[in-house]
């Protein structure tokens, strides 16, 4: 019997063609993880989860399910000498995305490899390290579920969408390729604005748009996913209205019913709002979200009319202080006028995070092949930004560096060493 372990995509493009019986189906590792305890006589173990969490999920599982022949799925860019080494290590054979269904359906039914025969891992050690794995991934499950977060300045050119679409892209792509099944969505609800969401995401001359959501009542995810358009990092972005004409029926209330119904089907959803306040669409916004980023620049001025626009008549406007987090953007060394002297200045809470001037930042927004600056320059002092940003408003320590190590499973049982007399403890602290 086959276990086939995957994202939806995956998985549905493996199980067209795959020409043997498959046992069970996972989408995400704490489901598969329980799929290879539940079924103990599936030998052929095939592993597409994209990027570095299924190379770690592989790694994970084939040390402990020794009687297992697991089948790692990768695109060719994911394949390295470092890679083969560990997978080699564990009897992991190492098969590219488009010849996958071919390779483990060659393999069904043949002679398993020597290392699929070591000795296998004591029950109470296996049952200690898996009950370890999956509390970590459902506490990541868990902290992350269900926020609307808008991101909103007073006036353009702070980089306010710069902001909002990388941390969008950077959330969704983090938690697609650690295999959790955890959806991101943008709206631009910058209706008119200059500078839009789609230019950093390259979406242009789509059909989907905030304006042909008005007659959309009560719909499944089927219908949710067609009017929106997916970026390739796996986030989901519902752009703004392209004409004048159109961008008049984004009311208060389409805004309310559009948001009502992403908050029902996302995890996470991200508006870029326009500046005015007078438009109902984004007042009503900044009214209801969960958590507002309020992007400041270190200009004097510019924090001194976000006080008498925003926190001076927050009452009169129905905006709750309580929900903003001040965000420094744009900063410049050797000017310490920071989040936190902001957020004092305007006496609303900030996020210990500032956002650099990177002068990276409009070349790649100029470049038409360039990704937005997370993706395509993870190194650089914005994309360090974003980072620590998503980590403080997600609240989740896994954000926190972008290329921060993890315990794999070798250091979970190296805690697990053998007494003289051969019995096994674990390793207090």
């Known amino acids: 019997m086959v276990l086939v372990f995957g994202d939806r995509a995956f998985t549905e493009d493996f199980l067209a063609q795959f020409p043997h019986p498959v046992s069970h189906i996972a989408h ?50 994911d394949v390295s000498s470092g890679v083969w080494a560990r997978a080699a290590a564990r009897g992991i054979r190492v098969v590219g995305r488009k010849s996958a269904v071919a390779d483990v359906a060659g393999m069904v039914g043949s002679a398993p490899g020597s290392l699929t025969s070591r000795e296998a891992v004591d029950p109470p050690v296996l049952n200690a390290a898996e009950d370890e794995y999956l509390a970590s991934k459902a506490a990541a499950l868990r902290t992350l579920r269900r926020q609307r977060l808008s991101v909103y300045s007073i006036k353009g050119g702070v980089g306010k969408t710069a902001v909002a679409v990388n941390m969008g892209v950077y959330a969704a792509s983090w938690a697609r390729a650690r295999g959790l099944e955890y959806r991101v969505v943008l709206v631009d609800g910058d209706i008119g604005g200059s500078q839009t969401a789609g230019d950093w995401l390259r979406i242009a001359d789509v059909p ?45 209330d389409l805004m309310l019913h559009v948001l009502g119904i992403l908050d029902w089907y996302f995890d996470l959803v991200i508006v870029d709002m326009g500046t005015e306040l007078k438009d109902d669409a984004t007042l009503v916004t900044l009214q209801t979200s969960s958590t507002v980023l309020l992007i400041v620049s270190q200009e004097l001025g510019v924090v001194r009319r976000t006080r008498r626009k925003i926190v001076d008549h927050a009452a009169r406007l129905k905006i709750n202080l309580a929900a903003l987090r001040v965000v420094a953007s744009r900063t410049r060394p050797g000017v310490p006028y920071g989040s936190s002297n902001i957020g004092r200045a305007l006496g609303v809470a900030s996020f210990p995070v500032e956002i650099p001037e990177d002068p990276g930042l409009l070349s790649c927004l100029n470049n038409p092949d360039c990704d937005p600056m997370v993706l395509s320059h993870p190194d650089s002092p914005f994309a360090a930004g974003i980072v620590a940003l998503t980590g403080a408003v997600l609240g989740h320590e896994m954000f926190c560096s972008a290329r921060g190590g993890k315990k794999g499973i070798m250091s979970f049982l190296d805690r697990f060493r053998p007494r003289r007399n051969g019995s096994r403890f674990l390793r207090k602290g």
């Open 28 to 77: 995400d590792v704490v489901t598969a993880t329980a799929a290879l305890r539940e079924q103990p006589s599936a030998v052929e173990v095939v592993v597409g989860f994209p990027g570095n969490e299924g190379i770690e999920f592989a790694v994970h599982a084939a040390e402990l399910y020794r009687d297992r022949r697991f089948h790692l799925v990768l695109d060719d860019e």
């Open 208 to 252: 989907q748009n905030l304006a042909t959501w008005g007659s959309i009542n009560l719909p499944g995810w089927d219908t949710v996913e067609k009017l929106l358009v997916r970026h390739s990092s796996g986030l989901y972005f519902l752009p703004s209205p392209p004409t004048p004409v159109e961008a008049e029926k984004v009311t208060g």
